[in-house]
């Protein structure tokens, strides 16, 4: 059974460009979880989406960042007209359901803005 | 804001156990505790949860008082590789996302 599968692993953007982040989502599971870490920081939560469905988007910027996590296939993170600002590590996790039940983290992508 | 309250470091003699506490004075009846570590820049790693009683796996045991306001993980026989920073996660059973707070930073020494 693979793990959660992020790629790509590395993505250099010019600023204004837009990045794009597949996160693939364990086997079985149907929620996914986006987090943001910032050089020298801690794990930031950004949001959180079901199958076709935001649920809880309180971490996203207002501006520029958008996910989705369609029927098919990955769920993607989006980042329109990055700035350098934007260069972090991006987690993604999944987890199977509700309940009690523990999330399992991708290996992230390391954005850097240039 | 991550509800719960952890040392930011701590240091481990290689092979003796190691115990990480973690303090959740606000934590509710139907929220778990959560512990999950960060090796240098990896993606966090699950470690174990629980609730109410003391649980054990392959990799740590978690001690969870009996009024549930703090708890302990224990990594029995740390190893140089156990060096990470370790999290402790309060959040409720349904779906919750997990708040990271600061972590305890660990470092196993030889």
């Not at chain 1, 910032?38 to 207002?62: A, C, W």
């Not at chain 2, 009846?29 to 999950?36: A, D, H, M, Q, T």
């Not at chain 2, 009024?67 to 402790?88: F, G, Q, W």
Request: hydrophobic residues 30%; aromatic residues 8%; glycine residues 8%.
């Amino acid at each position: 059974n693979a793990g959660v599968m992020q790629n790509p692993r590395h993505l250099v953007r010019r600023r204004g460009q837009e990045a794009r982040l597949r996160c693939s989502p364990m086997k079985g599971h149907s929620h996914v979880y986006w987090y943001r870490q910032l050089p020298e920081e801690g794990l930031k939560f950004m949001v959180y989406l079901q199958k076709e469905n935001i649920i809880d988007e309180s971490g996203m910027p207002k501006e520029r960042f958008s996910a989705e996590f369609p029927k098919e296939g990955p769920s993607i993170l989006r980042i329109q007209q990055v700035v350098r600002g934007d260069s972090a590590a991006y987690f993604c996790a999944s987890r199977q359901g509700q309940g009690a039940t523990e999330a399992f983290f991708g290996q992230g992508t390391r954005l850097t803005v240039v | 804001d991550a509800k719960t309250t952890q040392p930011p470091s701590m240091d481990c003699a290689e092979g003796r156990a190691a115990n990480l506490p973690c303090n959740h004075s606000t934590i509710s009846g139907n929220e778990y505790v959560y512990w999950y570590r960060q090796i240098h820049s990896q993606g966090p790693q699950y470690i174990i949860h629980g609730l109410k009683n003391n649980e054990t796996n392959e990799m740590a045991s978690l001690i969870i008082t009996e009024d549930r306001k703090s708890s302990t993980l224990i990594l029995p026989h740390a190893t140089l590789r156990d060096t990470a920073v370790y999290y402790c996660i309060v959040i409720y059973n349904q779906g919750g996302k997990l708040i990271f707070g600061q972590g305890t930073e660990l470092s196993v020494k030889p």
